[in-house]
């Protein structure tokens, strides 16, 4: 088959690769798209070593099933697999499974290739109505439900209508600011500084957005969900979180810094590491994605996978105004299984 390899910083290859082979308990899937996710740039740069090279990148995955009894089938992928065992996993934790793994990390390869191996269980099937599209983006959204949910959670029971602040308007932040939506919270601001995407947010998704790095003209909320993960964007979270509120972290763009503490201590403000999302929460996401409550997902744009190193280029340096860009195979036979 053909694939998308990662071979050092900067560097992707359209490559032959061997065929993967499904495991017991594995289906092999024919892939019709994928997500380019920040930690799949954040490899590409040579930034995270649970990535290193050569390896196939990409966890966002909608495709076809092509083997065994479910042959036909159209899926999405939950690319997180777990033992199903531990504490974590029995308590419905299961993101928390010390021996978790998670395709495009070694050893799991991912999905920026023509097909994929995956354990049956982690495939959600898709209605007719859905397109490939829109079961793709099901991943990066459930990030944003997991974190929505427990925001949500931890805000005091007086808190009626909550405010909420979304820092950052690539995917997983869109993804943030609908979860917000479909889980009752109407009162949303994005922060997106890259004005062809803060465009593209206000006329195609409706989000009211903020082009502002000061606190002080953002207001105070709620909820504030840092989907960028670097310490300026920590900074400004807690300046702008309200008095007893909530701040959701989800960004991995950097490790440390930012935060302020004092604020944080003297003004009760809950801060929340959020990772991916449980089993139930991707549940959760394609049942929403399937009847509707997320919208259209009209916020994409598409590539061939051939056209894949480019489409990380072009990300490098800014040129993109679409949320997501989505990568799909271009087939010519079958695997060989």
């Known amino acids: 088959m053909k694939a998308l390899v990662y071979t050092g910083p900067e560097n992707l290859v359209y490559r032959s690769v061997p065929d993967p082979e499904p495991k017991p308990g594995e289906v092999l899937i024919r892939v019709a798209c994928t997500g380019i996710c920040g930690s799949d740039m954040h490899a590409y740069l040579g930034h995270d070593e649970r990535r290193p090279a050569p390896l196939i990148l990409g966890h966002e995955v909608a495709g076809t099933i092509a083997s065994g009894p479910s042959s036909g089938k159209r899926v999405t992928v939950n690319p997180l697999v777990t033992c199903g065992t531990c504490p974590a996993c029995r308590s419905g934790r299961d993101n928390l499974c010390p021996d978790r793994q998670i395709i495009s990390m070694q050893p799991r390869e991912g999905g920026f290739a023509d097909f994929l191996a995956m354990p049956e269980q982690n495939l959600v099937p898709v209605p007719g109505h859905v397109t490939d599209n829109q079961a793709a983006l099901a991943e990066p959204i459930a990030c944003g439900w997991h974190a929505v949910r427990l925001a949500k959670r931890a805000l005091p029971e007086s808190v009626e209508n909550p405010s909420a602040l979304v820092i950052g308007g690539g995917a997983i932040g869109v993804g943030a600011a609908l979860s917000l939506k479909a889980q009752g919270v109407v009162d949303i601001r994005i922060i997106e500084l890259n004005s062809e995407r803060a465009d593209l947010l206000r006329t195609v998704c409706g989000f009211d957005v903020l082009q502002i790095t000061e606190p002080d003209e953002a207001g105070q909320f709620d909820i504030v969900i840092d989907a960028v993960g670097f310490a300026p964007t920590r900074s400004l979270a807690s300046r702008v979180a309200r008095p007893g509120g909530v701040i959701a972290h989800i960004g991995l763009g950097s490790a440390e810094g930012g935060l302020d503490i004092r604020r944080m201590t003297l003004q009760e403000i809950t801060f929340l590491g959020t990772y991916t999302y449980t089993a139930q ?41 679409a949320p997501k860009i989505l990568l799909k195979p271009d087939l010519t036979g079958d695997v060989h299984v």
């Open 281 to 321: 929460d991707f549940k959760d996401t394609t049942d929403a994605i399937f009847d509707g409550r997320l919208g259209s997902l009209d916020w994409i744009e598409t590539r061939s996978l051939s056209e894949g190193a480019g489409a990380f280029s072009d990300l490098r340096a800014g040129r993109i105004a």
